[in-house]
Each structure stands twice: as structure tokens, then as C-alpha cells.
């Protein structure tokens, strides 16, 4: 006989389910934006009364801060090999899901993660030409069940990539914005494919429309998905 659920215990499940929260990972090339949209999101979901966490990868933990600063700023980063990249990006992001992302969806946060899962699988995979098999193993190891209920792709073509790193007046351009521009094609390309296999997860935005339009689309988006 097939045991009965008490309508409390069935309350507390929904409401359980009503308190998660949903991650929003943001991909694209470098100079894409995704930092400008992802500061401008967090504003308007704030507003709304949702409480929301920023965070990247590499990087958002201590540990994964430090991950970060040997895949892209280490004197001998330009002799990392592609498997060593990868596993560096999954250690990282095994990190972040576990001490950030998990216990935060948990508590019904809104997560907006600058990079994840497909970064991999376009950076390591497509650009560096690592067969995608152990990538999407490596990936599904880092993150468990922890995927992404949206994924914002501002697409901006490679020229465009390339001239706004170049502009940038920060610091001196990290191993990552060294890469040239066959490269960078690559990565587009491999975000678009990507997008066109997975269009319920993703959203691609084009990056060089006028920025007051970009917040509007994945605003506009963004409601749609959380239903307000």
C-alpha cells in the first residue's frame, strides 16, 4: 500500500521548493559586457525585493580567488597545458557551487555567476580542442545537480572582443585577453552552437546594441523566467 503524505509534510515540501532560488550564469567572449549586466541585474532584482549574491569564476571563494590568479596572472601561465586549465576551472568551480552557490539557492537567493559550466566546454573544449567527453564528465564531478536555470550570452563579434580589451585602461591584459583572434572566433562560435542546442537554458543578446537595450532584453527575460 502506497504510504500517504501528510498535508503537512506536503506544505512543507512546496514551501521548500518555493524558497530556492535560481543561478543565472552569464557567458561570452572577453569584453562582452557581462560584468556591466550583471551589476545592472543585481540593481533590478534588488528592487523587487529579491535577495540576490554576484559572483565569478574562476574565483568567488578564497580558494577559488587563488585558482584564479595561477590560471591568469602566473609568470608561467603561458606553459599551462589545456587538461591542466581545465581541472584548474573545475577545481575552482567545484569550490564555488559547494561553499557559495549550493547553500545560497537553498536559502532562495538569487546567484549570478560571471562564467560556468560552458565556459569550459567552449574555452577548453571548442577553442583548445579538447574532446568534449571528459569535459562534460569533469564538469558534471564539479557541479552535481548545481545547473544553471538561465544563461545570458552577450554575443559581440571577435573584432569588437578584441578592441574593447584593448581599451581597457585597467592593468595590463591577462593570459586569457593575450589569446588572438582565431581563438576568439572560435569561442564565439562555440557559444552560438551551444546556445542552438540548449535554446530552454539559454538567452543570446546581442552585445554591441545600445547598452540601455541589453539591460532591457535580459531584464525583460529575466521576469519571464522568475514569473513577476
Known sequence: MKKKTSPARSSSRRKAAARRGILISFEGSEGSGKSTQIAYLAGQLQQIGREVLSTREPGGTEIGEQVRNLIVHNSKGDEMCAETELLLFAASRAQLVR???????????VVLCDRYIDSSTVYQGVARNLSLDPIQQINRFAVGDVLPDLTIVLDVPTSVSLARIRQRASDLPDRMERENIQFYKKVRDGYL???RSLPRRF???DGTLPEEKV????WDEVRKRLGV
Not at 99 to 109: F, Q, S
Not at 215 to 218: E, G
Request: aromatic residues 4%; glycine residues 4%; proline residues 5%.
Open 215 to 218: 539591460r532591457k532584453l535580459i
Open 99 to 109: 561553499e557559495v552557490i549550493a547553500p545560497n539557492l537553498m536559502k532562495g537567493v
Open 193 to 195: 552552437v551551444l546556445a
Open 203 to 205: 538567452f543570446v543578446v
